[in-house]
């Protein structure tokens, strides 16, 4: 078909012809109705976005990631009758942080962080049931000119 033969029949422009300006909103919904009515499970094998929430939902993470002007911070509470607090590894990189043996013994959680930081200066302190890691923010992005060849 042409460029405004339409799609199945549907023409736009021979259905706007008889539109109601000041009923424009209930006559595009139900042109939409109309023609371009579907099932989305069918469209999408059977992928359902609710159920996928829903998944998303229970997943809950157990830990708070934060930052101050000079730091990054994740706060992790830690329940000691289920976990043993010397058993805790953290490791960072630039841009993510890995907490090893954490929520259970063998697991790994990867927070990612919402700014670069250093390599060095990180620190962990465990009080009052929460481990709090401290990290310093990377103010140096490592730019680099390309020259522009005419």
Request: net charge negative.
């Amino acid at each position: 078909m042409g460029p405004f033969g339409g799609f199945n029949g549907f023409n736009p422009f021979k259905m706007m012809k008889d539109a109601n300006p000041f009923n424009l909103q209930s006559q595009m919904k139900d042109i939409m109705e109309k023609n371009l009515s579907f099932d989305p499970k069918s469209l999408f094998g059977g992928y359902d976005r609710d159920e996928d929430e829903k998944d998303s939902e229970s997943k809950t993470e157990s830990y708070t990631v934060f930052e101050t002007h000079e730091d990054v911070y994740i706060r992790i509470p830690i329940d000691s009758t289920e976990v043993n607090p010397k058993r805790i590894k953290v490791f960072y990189t630039s841009n993510r942080a890995t907490i090893v043996n954490y929520p259970e013994d063998g697991n790994r959680e990867q927070v990612i962080l919402p700014c670069t930081v250093k390599r060095n200066g990180g620190k962990a302190v465990y009080r009052d049931g929460v481990l709090e890691v401290k990290m310093v923010k990377d103010w140096d992005h490592h730019y680099t000119e390309i020259d522009i060849h005419l």
